[in-house]
């Protein structure tokens, strides 16, 4: 059977190399934005890219627009990095008006390269805005500076879509934007149009929510614009290989974006320290395909039977008839 697989795509930052405050000369050679894109281009499956900006050192746009036309890829998104040394303290709700109007220059700053790249969105991850210890911000002033700088950027530019990333914790031991719930009441209270959420289902896992039931709130609220896909081991973003460790909820995810007609791409935000960040992509993509033929197989009208009388075992039966069987044709 010939499948119509959904688009893949990936964070270029999958085919970067990393530094960790252990390996602080990096687990390998530093990669260029063009090298990152020639190394997304080799995985062979993928169409889409979300593109860091600022580009690595001396890489200009005309060149990343070259770079991504040679590979046969597209911009999905632009992500401004708004979590660097300057942002320690947060970049929208930084304490310093000056550094927030930075952060906002940076963000303008990357608007123009969604347009430039003809990108979808403009992703923003503000990292380091929230707090560490009990006691060290105003929680009120958090949520007005958080709430109303993302309201100005939508303002800004209203011909451009802005995804925020949700994530519970680092680097900030609590990220102000932490969960789908909070995420959405910000949104709502920003009253603006060109506002949604990217859900990562990794930060959905380590921060104790559902991803299916994440997914599925954020859909009832026309809220989920993107996702990334991933696994952890539920204590850490860990970033490994998608359907590594927890298979059944991953499938439990698609299948909640799969039976609301979720259109949209299917992104890896992986980091691959000691892996060749290649043969990771294309490992993950082969479980994404056997997922998505998973999905063709599985009897929905049973599995919305068996819900409709929460049996648990006979939802499980189904699912396992489809699952455990699914890569059984992938190389
Ligand atoms: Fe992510
Ligand atoms: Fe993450």
Not at 150 to 175: S, T
Not at 200 to 209: I, R, V
Not at 210 to 237: E, F, T, Y
């Amino acid at each position: 059977m010939m499948t119509d697989y959904p688009p893949f795509g990936a964070g270029l930052w999958h085919f970067a190399s990393y530094v960790d405050r252990y390996a602080t000369d990096g687990y390998a050679a530093p990669v260029s934005t063009l090298e990152q894109i020639a190394r997304a281009g080799e995985v062979g499956d993928l169409t889409y890219v979300d593109v860091p900006y600022p580009f690595t050192d001396g890489v200009t746009i005309e060149q990343v627009k070259a770079a991504l036309t040679q590979n046969g890829l597209q911009a999905v998104g632009v992500t401004p990095e708004i979590y660097m040394r300057r942002f320690r303290k947060g970049a929208f709700t930084n304490p310093d008006a000056a550094v927030r109007a930075q952060a906002g220059a940076v963000l303008n700053e990357a608007a123009d390269v969604v347009r430039a790249l003809d990108a979808r969105y403009l992703k923003v991850w503000p990292g380091q805005d929230g707090w560490d210890y009990p006691f060290q911000v105003d929680h009120h002033q958090q949520w007005t500076l958080a709430v109303s700088g993302m309201r100005d950027l939508a303002l800004a530019n209203p011909d451009i879509k802005i995804v925020i990333e949700y994530k519970p914790r680092e680097p900030r031991q609590k990220m102000f934007w932490d969960s789908a719930a909070k995420t959405a009441l910000g949104i709502k209270a920003m009253g603006v149009e060109n506002v949604g959420v990217l859900l990562d289902f990794g930060h959905a896992l380590f921060g104790g929510e559902s991803p299916a039931a994440a997914a599925q709130l954020l859909i009832d609220h026309d809220l989920l614009w993107a996702m990334d896909v991933n696994d952890n081991l539920r204590g850490w973003d860990d970033d490994m290989v998608v359907g590594t460790v927890h298979p059944v909820e991953v499938f439990e995810f698609f299948y909640t974006l799969k039976v609301n007609n979720w259109q949209g791409v299917w992104q890896l935000d992986q980091f691959p320290f000691r892996e060749d960040t290649v043969e990771a992509a294309r490992l993950s993509i082969r479980f994404l395909k056997g997922i998505h033929r998973a999905l063709e197989e599985l009897d929905i009208a049973a599995l919305r039977e068996a819900q409709s009388n929460e049996d648990a075992l006979g939802a499980q039966r189904l699912v396992q008839d489809v699952l455990f069987s699914c890569l059984r044709s992938e190389s």
